[in-house]
Structure formats: structure tokens, C-alpha cells
């Protein structure tokens, strides 16, 4: 597809030339590709042939997609690159041409609908998603879908539907859960957008362990479908490999839907481009009270913070008093009452079709009902969001790591008193995560990017957390950071290749 007329930038050609030394369009940024498209140097259809190949190569090892949609989505491409050159009057659109992998449990209309579990086997979606709509409205192209753990319960992703997904960084590990399918195609290069969404961490670890961004945003920000779009602890959300392709996707994502009615309104439209963060006050907050920390997580977090010091803000260590008794009070009375319980129904009706850390997490969840109810959720989070407030208060965002240790091996299930890794017990599996506390205060958005690598051959993450609804402010700190610290997906490991 090539014209006199317009001609790229430098920076166009400059990053065509890492492509060339990385030998894969598939690591283009959806950003860049956008603009591609429109100086005719790159045709939507040569970006998803592109993508396809890497995935028919990938996907033996990492396992990504639930569903592969690739001559559908070739027909589309088509038709993408018919509106860039002009044809039939149609202007390109957002997102128009990029290939977007869904998450499976945001349904899609006449495609399963099953969230990984056997018991859902053959359920057909009548109608689509909100995610997927605008998806498509914006001119998205869904070429896959992608897997998660089975009923997006766990921080892992494997099934006794799908099997193990694998994280490209070290196929020994997994991209975290529960939209790890997602995060996983990204990093393997098998698409350039992903959909997520967020109950307790499921955009968040994922994007660390797979060293992709990925955007929690404030409960209402993003429509959901219902029931569980009334659960303040959930939402939905972008994944993808920069700051600024996710603010492009978020910018789609984000407004009201009469489909959900806690979707908040006028539409918050985030800028593409941010003042530097001289003067910004940024608390760091390494333990989030008392979570044990990886010293590999815990440098990295740190290294992040001395950039953004060195970058002109004012970075200073606090101390947060979160003990894990309020945690725990108010994840055991939530869950157990909303989502715990919906898992328990299943179970009763379908308990051997269900995975082994399906029926542990019901039998949990009855236990836990036993032991906190709704009530003693709701006192003891207005008492972990009073104790944020405070810590934040007279700053402008915090940072602390996204998990407490740089990954779990595929396919565990994180059974037992401590998490097992290289034969060494680390820390208990409920607080391997550090994102709980976020979808608690559930008003603050959060973006996780890059932090680093750990030894263990994938990247680690950082949470930058908000006022609540002040999601301008954590996308001017991540895009900092990628300024500082830069992530290139030219270190991803040679198998990829």
C-alpha cells in the first residue's frame, strides 16, 4: 500500500527500523500502526497476516486463544484498508484496523461463552458485550479470544477446558490470572490491543508478569454487563505494550452505557499528551503495611522510584497501616456474598466438571461467609479507604509493586500454606498479589507498568495509584516512566522470535 502522499515521520521510519532489527510487525505499538496506516505504509491486512503467523508459531507454547477468528478477521482488515484509501466515503475510525484480542468472558455474539469452564460447555452469547461494541465501533479487529482461569477466579490462567497458558517471557511461568491470556498475547506478539477486566487484580498481575500496561480503572469509568457489573470491586479495562496505546484504548472504552447503569457520565476523554512530573508529589509505599516483599521486586520498585526523584518529582517513603486482618475481613465478606457465591451455585450443580481450584475456592467461600459478613466487609474497607486517603493526602499519586514476588509456576495451583517456587516456599498465595487493596478503594484508578526483571526471566510491575477518578494523573507518572525507563520488547527471549 504505498503513496507519494502523506509521507511518514522520522520517528514512522525510525521505528520501522527496529521493527526490521526485531524482525516482527506483531511488537508494532497500535499507536504506531495507526499511524502507519494512515501514510499508507503499512496496510491493516499486512498487520494481521503479521500477527496471524506469529501466533500459528506461538501459540503451541503460550496458548493464549480460546478461539481464533483469523479469516473473519481478514475480511475485516480488508475493509479497514478500503476506508484509509478512501473508498466508499468511510473515514478510518479509532482503532481501525488494529487486532484486538478479547477476553472470552466478554461475550461476542454467536460465540462461546463459557469462562473456561466445562460447565458452561456449548453456551452461546446472544449479544455482545459492552467492551466488544466499542471494540468493533471503534474499528477494532477481534481476530482472537483469549483464555483465562475458570471463572476468572484465580491468579493464574489454566483449565480443565483450555489447558495451561504460559507466560513468552519463561514458559515455565504463568502471565498471571485472570487475564492472562490476554496479557500473554501481547508479550508474544500475537496482537496489539487486549481486553481485561479487574475483580481483585486480573488486569494488574498479569500486565506485571508479562511486562505490558494494563489500567484498572475507577469503578463506573467503563461499562460492564450485568450482574456482576453492580460489584464495586470489579470493572473492565485495556491491556496493552505502551502508556499510549492504552490511553487509546481506554479512550474508547471509557463512558456511559444504558446496559450499565453505574457507568458515570460526561465521558472522561484522557489527553495524549502530559506535562513532565517536576514538582508532582509521589508517595512510595513498598510494603502497603504488611505485605513481605521480594528484595527483586522490592529494587526494582525502588529503581522506579529513584527515576521519577531524578525526573524532578518529589518522591517520599510512607508508611501505610493496613493490617491483613482488615484485608482479609473485607475480601472474605465480599466475596463470599457475591462472587464466592455465585461459584458456590455452580458448584452444587456441576461439581465434577469444575477444576480443583474452583471447588476449593466455593468450599472457601462458604467457610468464609461463616466467618465475616457484608456488614463487617463494609467496616472494615471504609476503615482500609480512610487509611489510604490519609496516607495520600498532600500527594499527587503513590507507586508501590503490583505483586510481592516475580511470579508462580504454570499450572500451579497455588494450594498449600505457602507459595512454592524453584522448591523454595515464598509467601502465602493470597498476598503474592498487592492488588487487592485497589479494588477495595475501588474509586482510585490504577495503572501498572514495567518496573524491571526479576532473575526468574519475567518482568516484574509497578501500581501508580490515583485520587479517586483522577486518572489524567496516573497516566502522566506511567508516561513518565516509560520516558525514564524505558521497556523494549527487543529483549523478549530469543524463542519468540
Request: overall charge negative; hydrophobic content about 40%; proline content about 7%.
Amino acid at each position: 500500500m504505498n503513496t507519494a502522499e502523506p509521507q511518514p515521520s522520522p520517528d514512522d521510519l525510525d521505528h520501522l527500523g527496529r521493527l526490521g532489527r526485531l524482525g516482527h510487525l506483531g511488537y508494532l505499538s497500535a499507536t504506531d500502526a495507526l499511524r502507519l496506516f494512515a501514510a499508507r505504509e503499512l496496510s491493516p491486512v499486512e498487520l494481521m497476516r503479521a500477527v496471524i503467523e506469529r501466533a500459528e508459531k506461538t501459540e503451541p507454547t503460550v496458548n493464549a486463544f480460546s478461539e481464533r477468528l483469523f479469516d473473519e478477521a481478514l475480511d475485516q482488515a480488508r475493509n479497514a484498508e478500503d476506508r484509509y484509501l478512501g473508498k466508499g466515503g468511510l473515514r478510518p475510525r479509532p482503532l481501525e484496523g488494529i487486532p484486538v484480542a478479547a477476553k472470552e468472558k466478554h461475550a461476542l455474539r454467536g460465540r462461546s461463552l463459557t469462562e473456561g469452564s466445562l460447565a458452561n460447555e456449548g453456551t452461546v452469547a446472544d449479544a455482545n458485550h459492552p467492551v466488544v461494541d466499542r471494540i468493533l465501533d471503534a474499528g477494532g479487529i477481534i481476530h482472537a479470544r483469549t483464555t483465562t482461569p475458570e471463572f476468572s477466579i484465580a491468579t493464574f490462567t489454566h483449565s480443565r477446558m483450555w489447558g495451561i497458558t504460559r507466560n513468552p517471557w519463561n514458559p515455565e511461568f504463568t502471565p498471571g490470572g485472570s487475564s492472562g491470556g490476554s496479557a500473554a498475547s501481547l508479550a508474544a506478539g500475537t496482537s496489539l490491543l487486549a481486553s481485561a477486566s479487574d475483580i481483585g487484580g486480573s488486569t494488574r498481575i498479569p500486565a506485571a508478569f508479562t511486562g505490558t500496561v494494563g489500567f484498572k480503572a475507577p469503578y463506573g469509568r467503563n461499562p460492564g454487563l450485568g450482574p456482576i457489573a453492580a460489584d464495586h470491586y470489579r470493572g473492565d479495562g485495556p491491556l496493552g505494550r505502551t502508556v499510549d496505546d492504552v490511553i487509546a484504548f481506554q479512550n474508547v472504552l471509557a463512558g456511559p452505557d444504558p446496559r450499565d447503569h453505574t457507568t458515570i457520565g460526561p465521558k472522561l476523554t484522557l489527553p495524549t499528551a502530559y506535562e513532565d512530573v517536576a514538582g508532582l508529589r509521589v508517595a512510595l509505599c513498598v510494603r502497603l503495611g504488611e505485605y513481605e516483599v521480594h528484595p527483586e521486586v522490592e529494587a526494582n520498585t525502588r529503581a522506579a522510584a529513584q527515576a521519577l526523584a531524578d525526573a524532578g518529582a518529589r518522591v517520599e517513603e510512607i508508611i501505610l497501616p493496613w493490617t491483613r486482618v482488615d484485608l482479609l475481613t473485607a475480601i472474605a465478606g465480599h466475596f463470599s456474598t457475591t462472587l464466592g457465591a455465585a461459584v458456590e451455585e455452580t458448584a452444587e450443580r456441576h461439581r465434577e466438571l469444575l477444576s480443583s481450584y474452583t471447588l476449593a475456592y466455593a468450599d472457601l467461600m462458604k467457610y468464609a461467609r461463616t466467618q465475616a459478613s457484608y456488614l463487617d466487609a463494609l467496616r472494615a474497607e471504609h476503615r482500609l479507604q480512610q487509611q489510604l486517603a490519609t496516607a495520600m493526602t498532600g500527594y499527587d499519586a503513590l507507586i508501590c509493586p503490583t505483586t510481592a514476588i516475580p511470579g508462580w509456576h504454570a499450572g500451579d495451583d497455588l494450594a498449600g500454606e505457602k507459595a512454592i517456587v524453584h522448591g523454595e516456599e515464598t509467601v502465602e498465595p493470597l498476598w503474592s498479589a498487592m492488588t487487592l487493596p485497589f479494588n477495595i478503594n475501588n474509586r482510585c484508578p490504577v495503572l501498572n507498568v514495567p518496573s524491571g526483571t526479576s532473575s526468574w526471566g519475567i518482568p516484574t510491575g509497578l501500581q501508580i495509584v490515583g485520587h479517586p477518578y483522577d486518572d489524567p494523573t496516573v497516566f502522566r507518572v506511567g508516561k513518565a516512566l516509560e520516558v525514564v525507563r524505558p521497556w523494549a520488547y527487543d529483549e523478549v527471549r530469543a524463542w519468540l522470535r
